[in-house]
């Protein structure tokens, strides 16, 4: 092994200590805020890593939804296929879809999870140029057998309306949190 990969092998477990940590410590904070910090990671993850530029792309391309999802599911990597399901966009994962997670860079954790929701948020509001909601159902960092996203267009709101078209407040949908299995 050369001496810049043994560097840069170390430099990525120091990195992945110093995530884990970070996340550990963001556990002590309330829920929200935690899911926002984290959102805002996956949102920075979507545009440093490529994918949100291969989602442009395929948004200026393309205007049938069909073809941006069958697009987006070649182009852009994930853990499952994303589909059609009424007025959702949904995708069931049996693996984490975050590449530092399955590269062993860091722990997953339930606290992790919402990274990729907002990794996810980002994707689609490019993809579709439109605002969406990305309900997490399921999680395998939270306990769950499987991860399970669930994107929801929102069509454009008037201000002050807010409340009631967001679909997670209009269906009151509670905060996923994790499974007790003892």
């Known amino acids: 092994m050369t001496d810049e990969l043994y560097k840069k092998q170390k430099l990525l477990k120091r990195a992945g200590s110093l995530l884990n940590s970070i996340i550990s410590g963001l556990d002590a904070i309330d829920l929200e ?38 697009r987006a ?20 994962c049996v693996e984490c879809g975050c590449p530092l997670v399955r590269n062993k860079v860091v722990r997953l954790t339930g606290t992790f999870c919402y990274c990729s929701r907002g990794w996810v948020k980002k994707i689609f509001e490019t993809l579709l140029k439109k605002p969406v909601e990305v309900e997490l159902k399921k999680s395998i960092g939270l306990g769950n057998e499987v991860c399970q996203f669930v994107v929801s267009p929102i069509n454009k709101i008037a201000e002050g309306d807010w409340d009631t078209h967001c679909p997670r407040k209009r269906r009151n949908t509670p905060i996923l949190e994790p499974i007790d299995r003892s």
């Not at 805020?33 to 979507?46: D, L, N, P, V």
């Not at 599911?73 to 069931?92: A, E, H, Y």
């Open 73 to 92: 599911n070649k182009q852009i990597l994930w853990c499952g296929p994303w589909v059609r399901k009424g007025t959702t966009i949904q995708s069931t």
């Open 33 to 70: 805020t935690r899911q926002k910090i984290m959102e805002s990671c996956g949102e920075a993850c979507a545009r440093s890593d490529g994918d949100l530029e291969i989602a442009t792309k395929i948004a200026k391309e393309e205007v049938d939804e069909k073809e941006i999802l069958d």
